[in-house]
């Protein structure tokens, strides 16, 4: 597929399709349903559809291919501008201008969740007793969409959980409750980080945050969580999630030389302080950042943090030191 060179370069609704892979008729149809149309006309009146106009649309079949309805991908696409480099649209202007990230990088929601800020709160907790996946999954990738991975867990999320573990542990039941549950938070939280890695990109020179549990641990939602706000700030992750052998996380640390690795921790059987030692020796340096009341349960060691907002900022701190 041939790439649109400048931003000068502009295609007719016939070649765009094609570019696109979808039928002509589809590219009309969505301009006159949801407004999405071509940022020119040529002087005969015809469609002329630039650089621009094909990166959102490509981010438009993304989230349709992602099971997002038409007319709410439409909504979230069509006031927004995507960079120029998605794949198969490239453009001179692009690299010079750079992506959206970095130091700069900040959390915005969408046109289309500011227009909702103001509806009611959906009760997470109701959708996950009435086994109903697709509207939680749907609510829980709308809150993220809304508020941004630290104020969506943190207010929406986390409840939730919290809410599921407490009925598990005083009824001794609704475990399919919490297997729902966590299905759906874990997709919401990486539908949000693969487009937050879309839209800030993160910085190619800088060194990664490695994120794990120990063995024995399947704790993992907190580093999806932890991926989510911290692709949100263009930093580049690598997550290696539940069970982690501590042998395999140090030779993680000694193929990726992150700046920091985050060690999750939910309960004392897993916070193995041995395996700590262990990583604090392995080389090249890095910073070593804890979380999780399995930790808490040990007094607390060095480098141990205590809520979401609280792990992003060291993390990034290490990332980009002063
Ligand atoms: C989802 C879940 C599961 C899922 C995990 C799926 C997944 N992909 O992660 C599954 C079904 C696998 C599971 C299994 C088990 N689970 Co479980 N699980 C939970 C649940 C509901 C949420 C876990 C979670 O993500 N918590 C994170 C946040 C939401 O909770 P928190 O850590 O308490 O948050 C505090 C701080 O950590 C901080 N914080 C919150 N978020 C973040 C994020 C960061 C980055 C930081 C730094 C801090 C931070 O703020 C909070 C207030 O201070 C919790 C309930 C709960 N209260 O946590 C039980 C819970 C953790 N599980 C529990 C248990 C007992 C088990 C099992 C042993 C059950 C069993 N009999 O098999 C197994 C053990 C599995 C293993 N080997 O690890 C207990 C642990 C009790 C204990 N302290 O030992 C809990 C607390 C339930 C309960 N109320 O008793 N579980």
Same mark, same amino acid.
């Given at each position: 597929m041939k790439a649109v060179q400048e931003t000068s370069e502009t295609l007719t609704v016939g070649a765009a399709a094609r570019r696109l892979g979808i039928a002509a008729p589809t590219l009309r149809s969505w301009e006159r349903r949801?407004?999405?149309?071509?940022?020119?006309?040529?002087?005969?009146?015809?469609?002329?559809?630039? !650089?621009?106009?094909? %990166?959102?649309? $490509?981010?438009?079949?993304?989230?349709?291919?992602?099971?997002?309805?038409? !007319?709410?991908?439409? %909504?979230?696409? $069509?006031?927004r501008d995507y960079p120029l480099s998605a794949p198969g649209v490239t453009s001179a202007t692009s690299v010079a201008a750079g992506p959206e990230n970095a130091a700069t990088a900040a959390f915005r929601p969408s046109a289309r969740a500011r227009r909702e800020k103001s509806r009611p709160p959906i009760d997470l907790f109701s959708l996950a007793n009435a086994m109903d996946s697709e509207r939680l999954t749907h609510e829980v990738a709308r809150s993220l969409d809304r508020s941004g991975a630290v104020e969506a867990w943190t207010d929406h999320l986390m409840p939730l959980l919290v809410e599921v573990g407490d009925q598990w542990q005083r009824t001794g039941a609704c475990v399919e409750v919490e297997h729902l549950a966590s299905d759906a938070v874990a997709g919401g939280l990486r539908y949000h980080t693969r487009r937050a890695v879309e839209r800030f990109r993160p910085v190619e020179d800088e060194r990664p945050v490695v994120l794990a549990c120990l063995e024995r641990e399947d704790h993992a939602l907190p580093l999806l969580a932890l991926a989510a706000a911290l692709a949100e700030r263009a930093v580049k992750v690598r997550t290696l999630g539940a069970a982690t052998p501590a042998s395999s996380l140090s030779m993680a640390v000694r193929r990726v030389r992150p700046a920091a690795v985050f060690v999750w921790s939910s309960a004392p059987e897993t916070a193995d302080l041995t395996a700590l030692k262990t990583l604090v020796r392995t080389r090249p340096s890095y910073s070593l950042v804890i979380g999780g009341p399995g930790w808490q349960t040990l007094g607390a060691p060095t480098g141990w943090v205590n809520s979401l907002g609280e792990a992003v900022d060291a993390l990034v701190a290490a990332v980009r030191p002063g």
């Open positions: 949801y407004g999405l149309r071509p940022s020119a006309r040529s002087a005969g009146g015809h469609r002329r559809y630039d !650089a621009h106009d094909l %990166a959102r649309l $490509r981010a438009m079949l993304r989230l349709v291919e992602q099971g997002v309805p038409t !007319a709410e991908a439409a %909504a979230e696409v $069509r006031d």
